[in-house]
């Protein structure tokens, strides 16, 4: 899709000349998000500007499609692709709408389709489109400014979005709300995106692949997992920083590690329910709704409290369960929960609050000993 081949770039000034970007090479594919990540200065802006021609390469070549782009009409070019910047740059003598519906009504979409388009977005965006189509920036939170720059650089359904560290402006809460709120997005349009950043967080959380840079120069190239397991070289370890296992546990989802785990249905006779922890040397058992809910779990040891209530039906026993995970919850959320509530076992429910699984200690060590080489050597 996007394909960069030794490309590079140099700034004059009086005193001496500055190479900001120098003889990278990589290869962007269809639908990925790629985070340019590294230190201010390193290059990772004016990579992302030389993509659509707001700087001119000075050696190499940047080929979009297999088409060099400097070959192409530069203004052409750029209304072909999304451009989103940290101070979002909405011009604040317009409304909402007309800042959305600037480029398709430039490039001669017709009116009736520029207004069906606005609405569309702000939809998606989650802002109602009678609120705010005719509100203008200063009415709008940060937050809301931000999502409406996403909005616009949309607008036009280009094929590549280029976002400059877009959320950096945002506080920590709302940035990752719309962290989370982008990445649902971006499941839904599978565009390619090239996502400037300097926080290591943000691009493992962001990016299907992480290209880290420093001084002009690309040090390493990969997915997030990789970078953290097998760091190219030192600046690239210390630049991610000591926590890397912590780090790994964020990026792998629970449904990947986790187990099946046995139920019964709340019909149950309370009897009969011992008789099963006895037999199966248990303390506790799961009990479930006739849809696979789970309502919570019976002690072995509240049972043998009162022998009276083994006449009784098991629902009159059942705990709640407090806490469940849904199947994208990450194993450092799943480890957390654990170690600050002293439960060994959690259940695991679809969006649907289904049961789909459990999880524990076992299942993580036995995931990460299974799929990551360098686990002893990141104290897991």
């Known amino acids: 899709m996007i394909e960069y081949v030794n490309v590079s770039k140099t700034f004059t000034n009086e005193a001496h000349k500055i190479t900001a970007?120098?003889?990278?090479?990589?290869?962007?594919?269809?639908?990925?998000?790629v985070v340019l990540l590294g230190p201010s200065g390193c290059g990772k802006t004016t990579l992302l500007r030389l993509t659509n021609r707001l700087e001119e390469l000075d050696r190499g070549h940047i080929l979009i499609n297999n088409r060099k782009i400097d070959?192409?009409?530069?203004?052409?070019?750029r209304q072909g692709i999304g451009?989103?910047?940290?101070?979002?740059g909405l011009f604040p003598n317009k409304t909402i709408g007309e800042n959305i519906g600037m480029i398709p009504k430039v490039i001669g979409w017709n009116q009736n389709k520029v207004e069906k388009r606005i609405e569309e977005l702000l939809e998606m965006m989650n802002l109602d489109s009678i609120l705010y189509k005719?509100?203008?920036?200063?009415?709008?939170?940060?937050?809301?400014?931000?999502?409406?720059?996403?909005a616009r650089a949309l607008a036009a359904n280009p094929d590549i979005l280029l976002m400059d560290e877009p959320f950096g402006a945002i506080d920590p809460i709302n940035r990752k709300n719309i962290q989370d709120q982008f990445l649902t997005l971006q499941k839904k349009l599978n565009k390619t995106i090239i996502f400037v950043s300097h926080d290591i967080h943000e691009a493992l959380k962001m990016a299907d692949k992480i290209a880290i840079i420093n001084q002009g120069e690309l040090i390493q190239f990969d997915t997030p997992e990789n970078i953290l397991l097998d760091p190219k070289n030192k600046f690239v370890e210390e630049f991610i920083g000591t926590e890397r296992a912590m780090k790994?546990?964020?990026?792998?989802?629970?449904?990947e590690a986790m187990s099946s785990i046995s139920y019964k249905y709340d019909d149950l006779e309370v009897k009969d329910a011992l008789k099963l922890m006895k037999k199966n040397n248990r303390d506790y058992l799961l009990i479930c709704s006739e849809d696979r809910r789970p309502l919570g779990y019976i002690s072995r040891e509240d049972i043998l409290k009162n022998?009276?209530?083994q006449e009784s039906k098991i629902i009159n026993l059942i705990k709640d369960l407090d806490i469940r995970l849904t199947y994208t919850s990450t194993l450092k959320e799943a480890l957390t929960i654990m170690v600050s509530n002293e439960v060994t076992k959690l259940c695991i429910v679809d969006q649907n609050g289904t049961l789909v699984g459990a999880i524990d200690f076992t299942d993580i060590q036995d995931y990460l000993s299974k799929n990551y080489r360098r686990n002893q050597e990141m104290g897991l």
Request: glycine share 8%.
């Open 134 to 150: 005719d509100k203008y920036p200063h009415q709008l939170s940060g937050g809301q400014r931000q999502r409406i720059g996403v």
């Open 307 to 309: 022998p009276f209530q």
């Open 83 to 88: 451009y989103v910047i940290q101070e979002i």
């Open 71 to 77: 070959t192409q009409d530069e203004v052409k070019l």
């Open 248 to 255: 790994v546990l964020d990026l792998v989802r629970v449904k």
């Open 21 to 33: 970007v120098n003889d990278i090479s990589l290869k962007i594919n269809q639908g990925e998000l």
